[in-house]
């Protein structure tokens, strides 16, 4: 079984243009969450998906960055237009369940780079 | 709100030797708590989970954890450590509604000396 599939894997953008990650969840997962960790420091939540309804996006730190999860398969983060401090790591996770037993699985990131 | 501390930024010891990352973290409810680890290029993957009951957890690729509530601490340990656990580390607390939504420590960078 594939596990979460992020691409691309790195991605390097210039101040002001646009970038869209793309995630794929297990197959299955109804659950789809994207995280980032910025600067080395600690990875934080940014939001969460049931199917294809937002549920949660109180991480979302600002309106340049915009969640969608149309049909409720894989998601995509755009990020528009970019700025210096997006720079980071961009984690995906998707699980079955949404209860507070079940942990998500996840992705192995996108890093990106804004110059 | 929650929180996690890992107050070890970076850690070296050598191979064989025992590890201990120390983790403590902030809940106001029962936590559900996980160590991850993402090794070079790799994504993060779950070492282990404590849900309730014992309170040492045993998890993948020989890690243990032990849950002690007084302390408000997860750490996480393995008795010999090997060349291939050099990677980072991560304690992270899950909310107790929705557990894939979890608040992550800084991380712990382990390097095993030959």
């Known amino acids: 079984e594939a596990g979460v599939t992020q691409f691309p894997s790195h991605s390097v953008i210039e101040k002001g243009q646009t970038v869209t990650l793309r995630c794929d969840p297990i197959?299955?997962?109804?659950?789809l969450y994207w995280y980032r960790r910025v600067m080395g420091k600690e990875i934080k939540f940014l939001l969460h998906f049931v199917k294809e309804s937002k549920q949660d996006e109180s991480g979302m730190p600002n309106n340049r960055f915009l969640a969608e999860r149309t049909g409720g398969t894989y998601s995509t983060l755009k990020v528009q237009p970019a700025e210096l401090e997006d720079s980071g790591v961009y984690f995906c996770a998707s699980s079955q369940f949404w209860d507070g037993h079940t942990e998500a699985f996840f992705g192995q990131g996108t890093r990106l780079t804004v110059v | 709100a929650q929180s996690v501390t890992q107050p070890d930024i970076h850690i070296t010891v050598s191979e064989g030797a025992s590890l201990e990352l120390r983790c403590n973290y902030s809940?106001?409810?029962?936590?559900?708590l996980f160590w991850y680890v993402q090794s070079p290029g790799q994504g993060l993957q779950l070492l282990l989970k404590?849900?309730?009951?014992?309170?040492l957890v045993q998890g993948i690729k020989g890690f243990e954890a032990e849950f002690k509530r007084s302390q408000s601490s997860f750490n996480l340990r393995k008795p010999s450590v090997h060349w291939s656990d050099a990677a980072e580390y991560f304690c992270a607390v899950g909310d107790n509604t929705n557990a894939g939504k979890s608040t992550f420590g800084d991380g712990t960078t382990l390097t095993v000396k030959p």
């Open positions: 197959s299955g997962h109804d659950n």
């Open positions: 809940y106001g409810a029962t936590p559900y």
């Open positions: 404590y849900f309730s009951g014992d309170t």
